[in-house]
């Protein structure tokens, strides 16, 4: 029996949730890196990245490709690039929706001055 499709994209987002692999991801939205280059612009350790993109390559949307001694990665298919652009536009309004609250609560607390013709002078 096939598992529903609810619990098959609950997966999926789990899959994604790690920072390393969502970096990992951002980092190849713009074509293959190899994987020296992902080690210096993530700085960790390289058991670690590895780890993380078995689990990348294991999901099937990382695929590695070598050339020579070097192993680069790149993304399967556009949509994973689609996904993290609008997963950016979804935290954007978020954030957006946040500060507006927090600037309303801002200026509810605020003394309000009142200036009369005393004050003036």
């Known amino acids: 029996m096939q598992a529903p ?15 390393v692999r969502i970096r990992v991801l951002e980092l190849l939205q713009h074509g293959p890196v190899s994987v020296r280059d992902l080690l210096a612009d993530i700085e960790i350790e390289p058991s670690s990245l590895s780890q993380q993109l078995a689990v990348l390559r294991r999901s099937g949307i990382v695929v590695s490709m070598r050339e020579g001694s070097t192993v680069r990665y790149a993304l399967a298919g556009g949509d994973v690039a689609e996904l993290l652009r609008a997963a950016r536009r979804i935290l954007t309004e978020l ?15 605020s003394p309000h001055l009142s200036v009369t013709g005393s004050d003036l002078g």
């Open 95 to 109: 954030l957006a929706g946040r500060n507006q609250l927090l600037a309303e609560l801002q200026e509810a607390d």
């Open 5 to 19: 499709l609810y619990q098959v994209k609950a997966e999926f987002f789990r899959m994604l949730g790690h920072p």
